[in-house]
């Protein structure tokens, strides 16, 4: 029976969640960055040990950690402990939080604008990092989505970042917009069965997918409808909250969108929507079943004016037929007065059987269920609000 | 030597307690002094100028004997009291948010 370590990002400071594979006692580690935002934190499926963290500030910036032995120490990439910080000729090594959008005539887009919220042209500024997704091969690659959208990768371990011109530069990209939360990136799904294929999406553009390892990108947002936009069946402009696949069937994609939750069956190319008798489809978490590809979870939100669950009962729903028919998950969730909400990146399954699947509120709490979602159990409940979540399962 | 007070998310980043003193090569002017802090703790690199433009971040001001310094041009000689290292020069994250 192996272990898991869960990975909890929040408003102050990063924390390391481990357990054995009975997942009833947990050991809690933090706060790491203590004070700092912790947009995502992530761990390498091709090295367990190596971990990427997004800590961020309205203050200082972006600055990228990286953990080689699992979350014991940290060092930002390019400076390790005790290692000069200089090279020879007295230049700075570190660049591991130097993002800056590629405008070189070979590989880059000129820094045009996207609109924004008053409907003018607005330059592209890079805010931070809203994601990062580490290679399923090679724990020196990673991806990471940034604000305003843009998809950066490393190659080195995180020293430094190379745009991915192509998603940014594509068309659409003047027509780009906001959501409220910002233009951000914040999903990236990598296609095992397919090295040249990968997934991003954007609020509030939509989803893009690549065939050719990030060169070029189309949108695939045909089906999706959004009444707040001037042409609710536009190719862009929809605000996808979250997208996610199960690796075993990389052509099924689930999303849920701002409003509504939908699912593709052809790699992106069309959606219907599979919210059926969900008691609200606004929402920002969905996930996928780590052994039942047809099982999906949500955790729907009364409205976009109102960010928390519906009737103050804190409920995760299960499909297990991929959508339309959903059951409510209660048993050991508040089941009154609770206005917490779940952010889109705070929400992961292990794959250990039974499978776990473990979610964070902005309330402080990480909920994890042993059991595929049938009963649920605070693994701490007073931290800094969490805005990700993410579990490894450690042989 | 110029003595510079950095904020207390800075200090840890940068792995310093207290005050942190610089030996500045020629003219001690706001740009100079930035560039010696960075070059000495490259992980303060982005974090107090953009990587980019080298435009101040908005949250964070530069102070020197009781004057604030953070729209003066880079180039603007520090305070003869900063130079002599009877006053530090200031770095200040904006008392904001919550």
Known sequence: MGAVRVLAGTRKGAFVLTSDGKRKTWDVQGPFFGGWEIYHMKGSPADLNRLYVSQTSGWFGQIIQRSDDGGKTWHQPGLRPG???????????????????????????PLTTHQFYDGTQHPWEFKRVWHLEPSLTDPDTVYAGVEDAALFRTTDGGQSWHELAGLRGHASGPQWTPGAGGLGLHSIILDQSNPKRMYIAISAAGVFRTDDGGTTWKPINRGLRSQYIPDPDAEVGHCVHRIAMHPTK?????MQKHWDVMRSDDAGESWHEVSGNLPSDFGFVIDVHAHEPETIFVVPIKSDSEHYPPDGKLRVYRSRTGGNTW???????????????????????????????????TGGQ???????GDSWAPIVRDLPAVLSVEVQALS | MIRVVIPYHLRTLANVSGEVELDVKGPATIRSVL??????????????RDH????????LRYFACEEDMSLE???????????????????IGAIAGG
Do not use: H, W
């Open chain 1, 83 to 109: 290692e000069p910080t200089t090279t020879p000729d007295g230049m700075p090594v570190a660049e591991s939080n130097k993002f800056m959008y590629d405008t070189s005539p070979e590989t880059g887009k």
């Open chain 1, 250 to 254: 990389p052509n099924v994609l689930f």
């Open chain 1, 327 to 361: 059951e409510a998950l209660t048993s050991g969730l508040p089941q009154k007065d609770c206005y917490v909400n779940v952010l889109r990146d705070a929400m992961a399954v292990d794959t250990l059987d039974p499978c776990g699947v473990y979610f964070g509120t």
């Open chain 1, 366 to 372: 990480v909920y994890g269920s042993t059991d595929g």
């Open chain 2, 35 to 48: 560039e010696t802090l960075e070059g000495r703790y490259p992980m303060l690199r982005g974090t107090i």
């Open chain 2, 52 to 59: 980019g433009t080298l435009q101040r971040r908005p949250f």
């Open chain 2, 73 to 91: 041009a880079p180039d603007t000689p520090l305070p003869e009291r900063v130079v002599s290292g009877a006053e530090p020069f200031l770095i």
